[in-house]
């Protein structure tokens, strides 16, 4: 079956072809998210959250960009609205979080593994994560597509709807602040 006669029977509520959906697209819609929210936890609920979506909004889908591209925008979208959500949340809690279980004060939060990353690697990219973690939202959102995703500037431009030359931009910003935050954190800590 292609792209497209499946995109046809999902909109016909077609479950098996929702099940090849979700198969097919599975790990990309994860990768995408875990490299944005930086939680396992987090990930596994935003992708599932993604593909209800999808399946909710395919009589939306024309076809205008490619499947790939619009199943990305959805998976950002979530991503950055969980985001929001959690952040809404904390400012609630912030006393709280800031005790662990025995009322001991918590200075970092537990370090952060993307399922990708070679063992021997872990710590580095514990470290990088953290660091794009505090890149502004668009950075962020153009550096994970591209670094962790691989997709290209035009592919990037479509997903997040701005040019390639704004897409340009924003990478370039995300590799100074990056080289910025990662100067700064091997030279008071290594």
Do not use: C
């Amino acid at each position: 079956m292609t792209e497209w006669e499946l995109i046809e029977q999902l909109k016909l509520k077609d479950e098996r072809a929702f099940k090849t959906i979700v198969d097919s697209w599975q790990d990309m819609v994860y990768n995408t998210v875990i490299g944005i929210v930086q939680s396992a936890e987090d990930a596994e609920d935003v992708t599932q959250e993604v593909f209800i979506q999808v399946y909710e909004s395919i009589q939306s889908f024309k076809g205008d960009s490619k499947f790939s591209t619009w199943v990305y925008r959805i998976a950002v979208t979530k991503s950055l609205d969980h985001l929001r959500r959690k952040k809404r949340k904390k400012r609630f809690a912030f006393v709280q979080s800031l005790f662990g279980k025995n009322d001991e004060l918590v200075n970092d939060p537990p370090d952060f593994f993307h399922p990708g990353v070679v063992a021997e690697n872990k710590e580095n990219s514990n470290v990088l994560f953290k660091a794009i973690a505090t890149l502004p939202q668009n950075q962020n959102v153009a550096f994970v597509l591209n670094k962790v995703e691989g997709l290209t500037y035009q592919q990037i431009s479509e997903v997040m709807k701005i040019s390639e030359s704004a897409v340009d931009s924003l990478l370039q910003r995300a590799k100074t602040n990056l080289k910025k935050n990662l100067e700064t954190y091997y030279h008071n800590y290594k």
